[in-house]
């Protein structure tokens, strides 16, 4: 069965640092990976599908298939991307979507 | 377009008592599911439906029920409340094609059992 590891359930950094959530997946087919963000308060949103790899917002997501990560990373860190992340994969692929399995979730704080 | 749209937004409930959580999307989305978020347990997938008409279990099925008469709408509902069922909901929508769309979400319902 699929599995999304997201290590770190809170993540504290300052503003203008370096920021990075971790992604780690398992699952036996080509995956199909996503970051989902939830502000305070607001409905769930995409950031990034890794089959587009553009930027968002100032992050990046890269798919490492040797790894089985898709880590986040944004090089300076914004308060206002404080937020609930969570990494997401598609259990099927080629327009499939409709069966998410989702990491835990990590709450970013960017502390100013 | 309203995109997804959950009702009710906040509900208590008694041990015991049915009800229905409303999702309506008017995006001509094909497919639509259901995901419970609770603390420390991310999302899970509860029921999904890939048509008018035709429903599946998801991961944490039990206690719940699903249909789909119309390609909008795709109620959710307790038969019969626990308090493990305290937790916010989620409806979400997707289109089918190749390109593998993502999923839009409603706002969420905050369900409580007591």
């Known amino acids: 069965a699929q599995r999304v590891t997201q290590p770190e359930k809170l993540l504290s950094v300052f503003k203008g640092a370096p920021v990075e959530l971790k992604c780690n997946y398992s699952?036996?087919?080509?995956?199909?990976l996503f970051w989902y963000v939830q502000y305070s308060r607001q409905r769930l949103q995409l950031l990034l599908r890794?089959?587009s790899r553009e930027s968002i917002k100032g992050f990046t997501a890269d798919l490492n298939k040797g790894e089985t990560s898709f880590h986040l990373k944004k090089p300076f860190a914004q308060e206002e991307d404080s937020a609930m992340y969570y990494c997401?994969?598609?259990?099927?692929?080629?327009?499939?979507?409709?069966?998410?399995?989702f990491g835990k979730g990590t709450l970013l704080t960017v502390n100013p | 377009n309203a995109g997804v749209t959950q009702t009710p937004k906040f509900q208590v409930l008694k041990t015991g008592q049915s009800m229905t959580l409303q999702c309506a999307q008017d995006?001509?989305?094909?497919?639509m599911s259901w995901y419970r978020q609770d603390p420390g347990m991310g999302l899970r997938l509860i029921h999904y439906?890939?048509?008018?008409?035709?429903?599946d279990q998801g991961e944490v099925p039990n206690g719940y029920n699903v249909s789909r008469s119309t390609t909008e709408d795709f109620p959710l509902r307790l038969l019969s409340a626990a308090p493990s069922q305290t937790s916010v909901y989620f409806c979400?929508?997707?289109?089918?094609?190749?390109?593998?769309?993502?999923?839009?979400f409603g706002d969420g319902t905050r369900l409580s059992i007591l």
């Open positions: 997401a994969l598609s259990e099927n692929s080629g327009g499939s979507n409709y069966k998410l399995t």
């Open positions: 699952y036996s087919g080509s995956p199909e």
């Open positions: 439906s890939v048509g008018a008409g035709i429903t």
């Open positions: 995006m001509n989305h094909e497919y």
């Open positions: 979400a929508s997707s289109r089918a094609d190749s390109s593998n769309q993502p999923q839009h």
């Open positions: 890794h089959i």
